[in-house]
């Protein structure tokens, strides 16, 4: 069983930046693929970034060109880099992994508890 911790989310103002962490109790080098999800209150959780295996990333339209995600894999670490934050990032934020035979798995199967992340205008 993996678990996926989280730390990172707080409160700022619109434009301001956080970084969020998410540790790994296994090795993330072994991971097929790892991602952030969000979800606001009222609505569906979404997808907001992912980071496969050989590294190449894709993200949520929403968050291109403010959030980077990133890997380090010495630290069993993912990241999540935000920077000029809108309210409307407002979300529970929660890591997500995909462990196993990477050839059959098509989604996450591990899952953090969630970092709250504030955005006041």
């Known amino acids: 069983q993996v678990q996926l911790v989280e730390s990172g989310g707080g409160s700022v103002q619109a434009g301001g930046s956080l970084r969020l962490s998410c540790v790994a109790s296994?090795?993330?080098?072994?991971?097929?693929?790892m991602g952030w999800f969000r979800e606001a209150a009222g609505e569906e959780r979404e997808g907001v970034a992912r980071?496969?295996?050989?590294?190449?990333?894709r993200y949520d339209d929403s968050v291109k060109g403010r959030f980077t995600i990133s890997k380090d894999n010495a630290k069993n670490t993912l990241y999540l880099q935000m920077n000029n934050l809108k309210p409307e990032d407002t979300a529970m934020y929660s890591c997500?992994?995909?462990?196993?035979?990477?050839?059959?798995?098509?989604?996450?199967?591990?899952w953090g508890q969630g970092t709250q992340v504030t955005v006041s205008s």
């Open positions: 296994e090795n993330t080098y072994s991971a097929c693929f």
């Open positions: 997500a992994a995909a462990f196993g035979n990477c050839r059959r798995l098509l989604n996450y199967n591990y």
């Open positions: 980071i496969d295996s050989d590294g190449s990333t």
